[in-house]
């Protein structure tokens, strides 16, 4: 009899499992059919595939900044904490060393920038932007040890890439596979925006035209007055008189 009912509660404890796998399934399924829905696929020249996100205007809203910034190492955390505060390409920031910084006039020099073909140029073009005093406590920090003609040491582009995504599905961002290291940038382009800094300096700060502002950023309007209040407090006192 003991053994009947042994046998009838394993019977249940399996099929309970196996219900429990089906419902992953569906919802692995689900969410990979939402994820081909933003990605589209091609085949490269050397027969490798690969994919690209249909939709580049997602950023981040303040609390989802601080829970995927929270997942991340500690060493990690210095190149996030870069992108954000300064809003540069990766490339922009690698590049940076600690003779370009001003840390009297909270402000650095982007010596490595984009070359934009199409509008002719052939060499980078130098861009001096300003940082918070609370970031350029930190840049003193990050220097520390460091030479004048040493670069900050960040993490590769791939490295980064892979750690974003890493800490964003941890911290439970659905989307993850929205994100990549280009969505920093435009997250704090649009918190400046929310924050009431006009179109021309945002241009000038990001160093690109300010119709690619109005056609990629969202509407200041979608923030409410916490989450205004909640980026000051992470990218601190950046353009305030």
Same mark, same amino acid.
């Given at each position: 009899?003991?053994?009947? !009912?042994?046998?009838?509660?394993?019977?249940?404890?399996?099929?309970?499992?196996?219900?429990?796998?089906?419902?992953?399934?569906?919802?692995?399924?689900?969410?990979?059919?939402?994820?081909?829905?933003?990605?589209?696929?091609? %085949?490269?020249? !050397?027969?490798? &595939?690969?994919?690209?996100?249909?939709? @580049?205007?997602? /950023? #981040? #809203?303040?609390?989802?900044?601080?829970?995927?910034?929270?997942?991340?190492?500690?060493?990690?955390?210095?190149?996030?904490?870069?992108?954000?505060?300064?809003?540069?390409?990766?490339?922009?920031? @690698?590049?940076?060393? $600690?003779?370009? %910084?001003?840390?009297? !006039?909270? @402000?650095? +020099?982007?010596?490595?920038?984009?070359?934009?073909?199409?509008? &002719?140029?052939?060499?980078?073009?130098?861009?001096? %932007?300003?940082?918070?005093? $609370?970031?350029?406590?930190?840049?003193? &920090?990050? /220097? $520390?040890?460091?030479?004048?003609?040493?670069?900050?040491?960040?993490?590769?582009?791939?490295?980064?890439?892979?750690?974003?995504?890493?800490?964003? $599905?941890?911290?439970?961002?659905?989307?993850?596979?929205?994100?990549?290291?280009?969505? +920093?940038?435009?997250?704090?382009? !649009?918190?400046?925006?929310?924050? &009431?800094?006009?179109?021309?300096?945002?241009?000038?700060? #990001?160093?690109?035209?300010?119709?690619?502002?109005?056609?990629?950023?969202?509407?200041?309007?979608?923030?409410?007055?916490?989450?205004?209040?909640?980026?000051?407090?992470?990218?601190?006192?950046?353009?305030?008189?």
């Amino acid at each position: 009899m003991q053994t009947e !009912n042994n046998l009838k509660g394993r019977v249940e404890e399996l099929e309970a499992e196996l219900k429990s796998l089906k419902g992953q399934k569906e919802k692995f399924t689900l969410s990979l059919s939402e994820t081909k829905k933003d990605l589209s696929s091609g %085949v490269r020249r !050397n027969g490798k &595939g690969y994919s690209v996100r249909s939709n @580049r205007d997602r /950023f #981040f #809203f303040p609390s989802e900044w601080r829970k995927f910034y929270d997942a991340l190492k500690p060493k990690q955390k210095k190149t996030f904490d870069s992108l954000i505060s300064v809003g540069a390409r990766i490339n922009e920031i @690698r590049n940076l060393k $600690q003779e370009d %910084v001003d840390f009297v !006039n909270k @402000r650095i +020099i982007l010596r490595v920038t984009k070359v934009k073909a199409r509008k &002719g140029e052939k060499h980078s073009r130098p861009r001096t %932007v300003p940082i918070s005093s $609370q970031y350029a406590r930190r840049l003193k &920090g990050y /220097f $520390q040890d460091k030479k004048g003609d040493e670069f900050l040491g960040l993490l590769s582009t791939p490295a980064s890439n892979i750690a974003m995504k890493k800490a964003l $599905q941890e911290v439970g961002i659905k989307d993850w596979y929205m994100f990549s290291i280009h969505n +920093i940038r435009k997250t704090l382009e !649009n918190w400046l925006m929310a924050l &009431g800094l006009d179109g021309v300096t945002i241009s000038r700060h #990001f160093g690109h035209d300010i119709h690619t502002a109005l056609q990629h950023y969202a509407s200041p309007d979608i923030f409410s007055g916490k989450e205004k209040s909640e980026m000051r407090e992470i990218i601190g006192d950046l353009y305030v008189k």
